[in-house]
């Protein structure tokens, strides 16, 4: 699968910008805050209806617009899709034409993975980048999971208004709540863990060399204890935790807690890896995700790589360009890089919302 073009509408500071991409490697260069990365943030919408860069939709409206719009043309296979996004004061979406109803329903349609420098401190920031990171991965390849992550949410704000209220009459519901919560969580728990299995197979199997030198492992760490792919289990902890949780104001138990810990050669790097470790570790992870996507969809993923070079070194570089050579890939970067120049690609430079392409 591959994106055949994108079109901007009063998108960050591009007023009608077109850009028609290559099958395979496309480099978008410039100067920094030109509008390099708005073009990553407009494909990567597709992905689920949403941006990686900020919460308030409106932000990515260019400024003294009402409105935006996304366009895109995408090629599976053998048949072309066309997906059109309208972001005011309410979302639209149209998947060849349809209106859809829910933002769910656009997940999975295309598989879209995404690597910013933030990526990088996948390894030794706090759970809420992990927990992305597998979010992310496991909704495109199960849009089950995406619904969900939803619902769960949703029933979670509920829960946490109920416990800041402390009002008596209402915390009699807490049990319904709390069973709506568990429903779910459990569902989550199950395919986060399942994933994580998934990854451990696959990851080692992406090597710098010919020799297994650094094995790769994640563990799950939920924050259900026990059985935590169990309803009553999960149901049971949210009532022995709940005066706690009522003098916090906040549910401390569930999913939205949860983290994993990744160790190379049985040592947890996040306290014991060099820096070097963490970058080839965060590498094969997103590499291996690539994988199991087109593994479980029968369809490569588009890969956006937002000014991720420049913090690599030529070794880690070459090592990622050599493992991504069959897919579609989008790159942003200051400057074209030399390993770029007898590639297959298009390159393009940003001037100011303005997009001229070079060859």
Known sequence: MYIKNLSLTNFRNYKNQTIEFCPKTNIIYGKNGQGKTNIIEGVYFFSNGKSFRCIKEKEVIKFNEEWAKIDADFVKEDYESNATIFLSDKKSIKLNG???????????EYNIVIFTPDYLNLVKEGPGIRRQFLDSFISQIKPSYFKNLIIYYKVLKQRNNLLKQKNKKMLSTLDVWDEKLASVGAKISKMRNEAIKKINETVNLIT????????????????IKGDFESEYNFFEQLK??????????????????????????GINIKKFGSQGQMRSCVLKLK?????????????????LLDDIMSELDEERRKFFLNNIKNKQVIITCTDKEEFFENSDSFVFRVEEGNIIKEK
Do not use: W
């Not at 349809?98 to 999975?108: C, D, K, P």
């Not at 710098?208 to 924050?223: A, C, F, G, H, R």
């Not at 590499?287 to 890969?303: A, G, M």
């Open 240 to 265: 022995m935790t709940r005066e706690r949780d009522l003098e916090k104001g906040i549910t401390l138990t569930g999913p939205h807690r949860d983290d994993f810990d990744i160790f190379m050669n």
């Open 98 to 108: 349809a209106q859809i109803e829910r933002l769910s329903e656009i997940v999975g």
């Open 208 to 223: 710098e060399d010919n020799n297994m030198t650094e094995k790769i492992e994640l563990v799950y760490e939920p924050s």
């Open 287 to 303: 590499l291996s995700e690539c994988e199991i996507i087109e593994e479980k969809t029968l369809q490569s993923p588009i890969l």
